[in-house]
């Protein structure tokens, strides 16, 4: 016999509208903890290149450790570009 598939138990389907403040306070926050993110990701690098040359670990975890922060970086920056763009676009709008 088959089960029918229930809402998941972290969605609410009652959703609510945040205020524009609510909203800016919640966007800002994101942005804090991804920015927070990638630069523990880069004291990570220095941590394992550290590592590294005094004899810890393999090159292997370095390279990756490596690639990991170069990805936030651009990902971050990718972000920046999209948010600059969009608030030009809101000035360039006639009221």
């Known amino acids: 016999m088959i089960t ?3 809402l ?3 969605i609410n389907p009652v959703q609510t509208k945040a205020t524009p403040a ?3 306070e919640n966007f800002a926050a994101f942005l804090k ?3 927070d993110g990638v630069a523990a990701q880069e004291q990570n690098v220095h941590k394992v290149n550290d590592q590294f040359l005094i004899g810890e670990v393999d090159e292997n975890k370095v390279v990756i ?3 990991q922060a170069e990805l936030s970086l651009s990902l971050t920056s990718q972000v920046r570009n999209k ?3 969009a608030y ?3 000035m360039r709008m006639q009221m």
């Open 33 to 35: 903890n991804a920015l």
């Open 65 to 67: 450790a490596a690639a």
């Open 22 to 24: 609510e909203a800016t």
């Open 83 to 85: 948010v600059i763009e």
């Open 4 to 6: 029918p598939v229930g």
């Open 8 to 10: 998941l138990p972290n």
């Open 88 to 90: 030009q676009e809101i």
